[in-house]
């Protein structure tokens, strides 16, 4: 199986447009930082799979220069993006990330790309507090998925439904028709509902690259477990954090 890492993005962000390209740490974007987190697994090639919208141009022509490989679908079925975001790339294995996630633990993507190595299972996710990573606002996870099983929910969904929007929503509500594997996140997170360190407000992006900077000066390698030690020893952080959250499921 030829296993690819595809990150969904776009310009178009309705709360922080641009986001993805707003600076962040040092000298790089948020894009380029996740990016460099990802180039860090060894033997899959990452692919940014953006829309043909022209507000995505300016995103293109960055990536590019950087020396990324850049896909461009359509900007609502993002199913069909990421089925022929693979497909243009020769993958049949799918590491599905979100671009606002500077804090993906690349740890935890080796670990998906190893599982699914040794797997047949159509689906393969974390899993935190009974549900998948995927719906929740910690920001630290991947996704595995078959690019044959997202061909199945293409000709078995219609356009303009969930299923075409979040790519793999239909896969894991659907147990019984698909093979779906978990991943246990660690115990020390488990129960946590206070950690929000996906980007989707300016409040977001303001507690993120605080709390960024602040481990990267203590640790260049700082780990899952030092971003918990830290939030427990910042108060003030996490309550904005707890605030944005319970604003955001309004």
């Known amino acids: 199986m030829n296993i690819g890492i595809i990150v969904q993005a776009r310009m178009g962000s309705t709360r922080l447009p641009g986001k993805i390209l707003k600076q962040f740490y040092g000298d790089k974007t948020l894009l ?41 679908g359509s900007e609502n079925d993002v199913l069909d993006r990421f089925i022929k975001a693979a ?33 047949d299972a159509d689906y393969i996710g974390f899993r935190i507090n009974d549900k998948p990573s995927i719906l929740t606002h910690f920001g630290f996870w991947g996704e595995f998925v078959r690019l044959s099983a997202l061909k199945r929910v293409a000709k078995t969904t219609e356009e303009g439904t969930p299923a075409h929007e979040h790519v793999t929503y239909h896969i894991y509500n659907h147990p019984d028709e698909y093979k779906c594997e978990w991943i246990i996140c660690p115990d020390f997170l488990q129960g946590r509902n206070d950690i929000r360190l996906t980007i989707d407000t300016p409040e977001d992006l303001v507690n993120a690259l605080k709390v960024y900077s602040d481990l990267k000066a203590q640790d260049e390698n700082f780990t899952l477990q030092d971003v918990v030690d830290y939030l427990d020893s910042h108060e003030d952080i996490k309550q904005s954090m707890i605030s944005n959250i319970f604003q955001n499921k309004k």
């Open 32 to 72: 380029e930082t996740l990016l460099e987190n990802l180039h860090k697994v060894q033997g899959s090639k990452v692919i940014v799979a953006t829309s043909v919208n022209e507000n995505n141009d300016q995103l293109e022509r960055f990536l590019t220069e950087k020396g990324e490989l850049v896909f461009r």
């Open 87 to 119: 497909e243009a790339n020769n993958v049949d294995g799918i590491v599905r990330i979100c671009s606002d996630n500077p804090f993906m633990d690349w740890h935890g993507i080796a670990q998906l790309v190893e599982k699914a190595k040794a797997s």
